[in-house]
């Protein structure tokens, strides 16, 4: 039986994170309780992740259907975590028992966080006996751009921000761009950086989203994650992005976008020496 494990997926966002969590959570020993992402140590740690902070319903009037009731126990339940993150850990904690040995919270945005949060999340489990798994995965920055875009188009909001879904593709990246914190979760190296810090290199799976969906990778992230490999998933689709006219990108449109992350490819190909950034991600080609 796996010991008592604690998945901390910490992003990026739009990198496969939504595709892994319903597969854990999908096993029979698995239990990530209330929901995939809890955003907790982001919303208090990160001024541009304030806005993940459920306002707390403090109406005297009884819930008005079980939906209602419900909501208002998740929200007290997150607040909880808020004003004392020991309970985050009691949670999950209490998760882990019987046949569960599986839990996990998977918000995208904890990359952002300081370096002594991730060591305090690593202490808390540590003192309760639980385990703590690591993952990052990453994304040619141009095409997680452009996904990230589409959804914002499709949902008509995203980073905390609405968004006119007639607004053209181009429109909307530049909006998100604008959004604060933004081109933090395309600094793969310092998130790199501080895990390392904190975790041994065993507890830490660092992968890319080019990669994921192959059988080979595939079977190292669960042999990482001591849990059984169905080859079936890979051909599961989850939040994948909507296929039409008005979310095409014109060639040249991708070529600019991969100017404005330039930094980030080059910053990645001094980690990853060799041909492997190359070979996953938007070449820079002649305009």
């Not at 190292?220 to 001591?226: D, E």
């Amino acid at each position: 039986m796996l010991p008592p494990t604690f998945v901390l997926a910490v992003g990026a966002p739009k990198t496969g994170t939504t595709w892994l969590y319903s597969y854990l959570n999908g096993l029979p020993f698995a239990d990530f309780g209330i929901k995939k992402e809890y955003h907790i140590f982001d919303a208090i740690h990160v001024p541009s992740c304030e806005f993940f902070k459920p306002a707390l319903d403090n109406r005297d009037s009884p819930p008005a259907n079980g939906f209602e009731a419900k909501k208002r126990q998740r929200e007290q339940l997150l607040h909880g975590f808020y004003s004392d993150p020991e309970n985050y850990f009691d949670y999950f904690a209490g998760l882990l028992i019987g046949d569960i040995s599986l839990t996990g919270d998977v918000t995208p945005t904890y990359m952002l966080l300081p370096q002594g949060v991730f060591q305090s999340i690593r202490d808390g489990f540590a003192r309760r006996n639980i385990a703590v798994k690591v993952v990052l995965f990453m994304r040619d920055p141009v095409a997680r751009m452009i996904s990230l875009a589409k959804m914002s188009k499709k949902l008509g909001m995203s980073s905390g921000r609405r968004f006119d879904k007639t607004s053209p593709l181009a429109e909307i990246i530049a909006d998100l761009l604008a959004v604060p914190g933004m081109r933090a979760t395309f600094d793969y190296p310092a998130a790199i950086n501080k895990l390392r810090k904190v975790f041994a290199d065993e507890e830490v799976f660092i992968g890319f989203y080019e990669n994921l969906f192959k059988l080979h990778h595939f079977q190292q992230l669960c042999r990482f994650l001591n849990v059984p490999c169905n080859p079936d998933w890979l051909a599961k689709k989850v939040n994948a992005s909507v296929e039409s006219p008005e979310m095409r990108v014109s060639p040249e449109y991708r070529q600019q976008l991969r100017l404005q992350f330039n930094d980030v490819y080059q910053n990645m190909t001094q980690l990853y020496p060799g041909n492997l950034i190359a070979d996953l991600w938007q070449p820079l080609n002649p305009l």
